[in-house]
């Protein structure tokens, strides 16, 4: 493939599409289009911003992401968690559905994109990893419950709002008394008309003899079901005279197309909430382009991702829209519909832009309580307190970094969450590989291999101490490990040769250079040879460009049992310590 092809991935695909491929890609798009329509209005309310930009947030990007995304059912557009960060983000300085605030929901989305792209572009999709599983589900959870109850006012018809449940539940306390009845009315109905959808609908339909297939997609529209009940009953019923608040009049046609309004004082106050958005809509859309592609033994490439995903957050700026990323659920919805390459969101794009041509006049009877509900059912899917559970059963440290993430969300806002969230998981990340486990081993008899002594019978020496590092060796951990020798050197005070079992060493930087160093010094001043064995290749690479070696005052081994064999047999022989070599 030439050089250029890699970032332009429809280049290789699209030489394969055939009439197959685009069967299967129409009718997904049709069914994630009735799905999208929804969801893209009641997120962009979530973001604080016209409904109509949700719309615009779901066409360009989708071609975007078709022309340079790697996933081919990846869908791209509006999701909860983005949206509330966008609303967090934006929030601190601009009024929410002013022309300032929509302006700077475009200036993220630009910024965002810009950073996606060059991250893209410098091959940074390790990026993914300096947020765990763990972490991101403990954030998603934590911000889950966040926008569940930031949308309770809409159902309850108050005012009310805040950054983090806190302030959410105080203000929704204080405007109990406030309760709009005829509101509590819609929004409760379509509330219990969505979760009934979730888990009865499938059931009922395949019980009248309908296929899996048809009723999981159908169960998929129960959003655009409520959307057109209760649009036609605030219209029929007058509600919006009731004081049901109601969408109203969104403006018809496509987006224009124009460069985002760039003002340097909003650039500095938005560059951090940017590079998180970045970070957590890549994250999260990794994640679900990996699980998704693993079903079909496919694989998609985070280092394009990036690009990906950096074009089509342009696109979004460049569309009057806002921050963009791979959403989990209609993903899935793409998946199971069939869809067979990107071109399948290409499609959905097109499917948006009738809606948004033709019938955004039918919204303005749509009550904001529908959309509010449809939010709440949608993000309770992804609350998942087991987490908490499973990290408790499996290891202390990742158990902290979720609680602590979800509780610093919960209390401080999303975007001291994740910030948390990321700090927490390095410096326990830090303290884990700062106190390495270290291993005193013996040889299992009979066998050449070497195990630790507290957990196997194993064969030792007590003039020869084998210690295997089971970490690389760096600046936070080098001063633990000198001391953690010198300390069993104390309680064997008979000890003349001391092997270091480098089989888990992969680095070793110049603080633990310096501290083997000390080490080889110290432990010559007491008669003490020391060894390395099987020591990896490129640490040898390193090691051969210092002194180390020259200095060393025994040998590299090439197996732990030829070091053990060989130093065994020169005491047995009363020779002592070895002439030196570098390798055995």
């Not at 009845?181 to 395949?206: A, C, D, E, Q, Y």
């Not at 124009?258 to 909430?273: H, K, W």
Request: with cysteine.
């Amino acid at each position: 493939m030439p050089p250029f092809k890699q970032f332009v991935p429809i280049l290789d695909w699209g030489r394969r599409y055939n009439r197959e491929s685009l069967a299967s890609d129409g009718l997904a798009a049709v069914i994630v289009t009735i799905m999208l329509i929804p969801q893209s209005l009641a997120y962009a309310m979530l973001a604080g911003l016209p409904p109509q930009v949700g719309l615009y947030a779901s066409m360009l990007p989708l071609v975007a992401y078709a022309l340079f995304g790697t996933s081919t059912t990846l869908s791209v557009g509006p999701v909860a968690v983005v949206s509330l960060m966008t609303a967090s983000a934006i929030g601190q300085f601009a009024d929410a559905g002013t022309a300032a605030y929509i302006q700077a929901a475009v200036l993220l989305a630009f910024m965002s994109g810009g950073m996606l792209l060059l991250f893209g572009l410098l091959r940074m999709g390790f990026l993914a990893n300096f947020l765990s599983h763990p972490v991101i589900a403990g954030f998603i959870t934590a911000s889950g419950i966040i926008i569940a109850v930031s949308q309770l006012r809409h159902v309850l018809g108050v005012q009310g709002g805040g950054d983090n449940l806190v302030h959410l539940l105080d203000s929704l306390a204080g405007s109990v008394e406030t309760l709009h009845i005829p509101t509590l009315v819609v929004g409760s109905l379509t509330l219990l008309f969505l979760f009934w959808i979730r888990s009865g609908l499938k059931p009922l339909l395949m019980r009248l003899g309908m296929n899996d297939y048809w009723a999981a997609m159908l169960t998929r529209t129960g959003p655009v079901i409520a959307v057109v009940a209760t649009s036609y009953a605030a219209w029929a019923l007058d509600l919006g005279s009731h004081g049901v608040a109601l969408v109203g009049a969104v403006p018809s046609g496509l987006p224009s197309l124009q460069l985002p309004s760039i003002i340097p004082g909003e650039l500095s106050q938005l560059a951090v909430s940017a590079l998180l958005i970045s970070i957590i809509g890549f994250v999260e859309s990794v994640s679900v382009g990996h699980t998704l592609a693993a079903r079909r033994r496919q694989r998609i490439n985070p280092d394009q991702e990036l690009i990906g995903l950096g074009a089509a957050n342009m696109a979004s700026a460049f569309s009057g829209g806002y921050p963009v990323t791979g959403g989990f659920a209609r993903s899935i919805v793409n998946f199971d519909a069939g869809a067979a390459t990107p071109a399948a969101g290409a499609f959905t794009a097109f499917g948006i832009a009738i809606v948004a041509l033709f019938f955004t006049p039918s919204l303005a009877y749509l009550p904001q309580a529908t959309l509010a509900a449809t939010i709440i059912v949608a993000v309770l899917s992804l609350v998942d307190f087991s987490i908490l559970r499973r990290t408790w059963n499996y290891g202390f440290s990742d158990f902290t970094a979720v609680a602590i993430t979800i509780l610093v969300t919960l209390g401080l806002g999303v975007e001291i969450g994740v910030a948390c969230g990321v700090l927490v998981s390095l410096a326990l990340h830090l303290y884990k590989t700062s106190r390495p486990h270290m291993a005193v081993v013996g040889e299992v008899p009979g066998t050449g291999h070497f195990r630790n002594v507290e957990r196997h019978k194993v064969i030792t020496r007590s003039d020869i101490l084998s210690l295997r590092v089971d970490e690389s060796l760096y600046f936070a951990n080098a001063n633990f490990v000198e001391s953690h020798i010198y300390s069993l050197l104390d309680k064997q005070p008979e000890v003349r040769h001391v092997i270091l079992l480098c089989t888990a060493v992969n680095e070793i930087d110049l603080s633990a250079l310096e501290a083997l160093e000390s080490v080889n010094r110290q432990l010559a001043d007491r008669g003490i040879t020391l060894h390395l064995s099987e020591v990896k290749g490129p640490v040898m690479d390193v090691l051969r460009q210092t002194h180390f070696l020259d200095d060393l005052s025994g040998k590299v081994f090439l197996s732990q049992h030829a070091a053990v064999a060989h130093v065994s047999e020169l005491e047995d022989a009363g020779h002592g310590p070895a002439p030196h070599n570098w390798e055995i």
